[in-house]
């Protein structure tokens, strides 16, 4: 019904930059927005930044600065563009859509299967 992928991850060195995607299929439901969180091992997943209606951002204080979430409403995709990266930015990265059902709900259920970050030092 929707399907959510991102791709775009990889290993780079500390200072380096990736650009993360994220693509919908979304069926007959809207894209209000994007969230991109990331999850550590051993730690909880952890909100990253958000895209909204009108393309109003919100950013984890860990990334301000550094990380541009934009989004592509022609070809229902988010993109996470990461500068400036650190050794703590190591992470499986996710994707949630942020969706409006034919019925005008909120459904945030739909999550990308992640893609690995890896930063060296």
């Not at 997943?45 to 934009?70: C, L, P, Q, W």
């Amino acid at each position: 019904q929707v399907q959510v992928a991102e791709s775009g991850g990889g290993l780079v060195q500390a200072g380096g930059s990736l650009r993360l995607s994220c693509r919908v299929s979304k069926s007959t439901f809207t894209i209000h927005g994007f969230y991109w969180y990331r999850q550590s091992p051993g730690k909880q997943r952890e909100m990253v930044a958000h895209i909204g209606s009108g393309g109003i951002t919100n950013y984890a204080d860990f990334v301000k600065g550094r990380f541009t979430i934009s989004r592509d409403d022609d070809n229902d995709k988010g993109y996470l563009q990461m500068n400036n990266l650190k050794p703590e930015d190591t992470a499986v990265y996710y994707c949630n859509a942020d969706l409006t059902s034919p019925l005008g709900y909120g459904v945030r259920d739909y999550w990308g299967q992640g893609t690995q970050v890896t930063v060296s030092s």
